[in-house]
């Protein structure tokens, strides 16, 4: 069972910078892809980010490529998302997910996730 904690959200203005954070529990942190989804109010859960198990590789949804940054530290089992330039559209709740061996953007390709934290992006 890995256990996954969220943190580092809060209000922005429009144009500002978060960087939210996501704790592991699970020793075995480099055995796990991770990724960041996102979900606003009344719409479905969606792919920001993914990043491999040596953080040699990743990927990123069109709508905030060049505007956050993935990583990941294994010696903390810990995963980021520096989220900069903010938008409106970028309000929601953020959730990050573990799934072995390679990200995916499905969701439901998942095994692990944490409970999220909320982003909200204002003018």
């Known amino acids: 069972q890995v256990q996954l904690l969220e943190s580092g959200g809060g209000l922005a203005h429009t144009g500002g910078s978060l960087r939210l954070s996501c704790a592991a529990s699970?020793?075995?942190?480099?055995?796990?892809?991770m990724a960041w989804f996102r979900q606003a109010p009344e719409r479905e859960r969606e792919f920001v980010a993914g990043?491999?198990?040596?953080?040699?590789?990743?990927y990123y949804a069109d709508s905030v490529k060049g505007r956050f940054t993935i990583s990941r530290d294994n010696a903390k089992n810990a995963v980021f998302l520096q989220m900069t330039s903010l938008k409106s559209d970028d309000t929601a709740v953020y959730y990050c997910a573990a799934k072995r061996y390679t990200w995916h953007i499905d969701p439901t390709r998942y095994e692990y996730w944490g409970t999220g934290t909320l982003v909200t992006v204002s003018s």
């Open positions: 990043i491999s198990i040596s953080g040699g590789s990743s």
């Open positions: 699970e020793g075995a942190f480099t055995n796990y892809a």
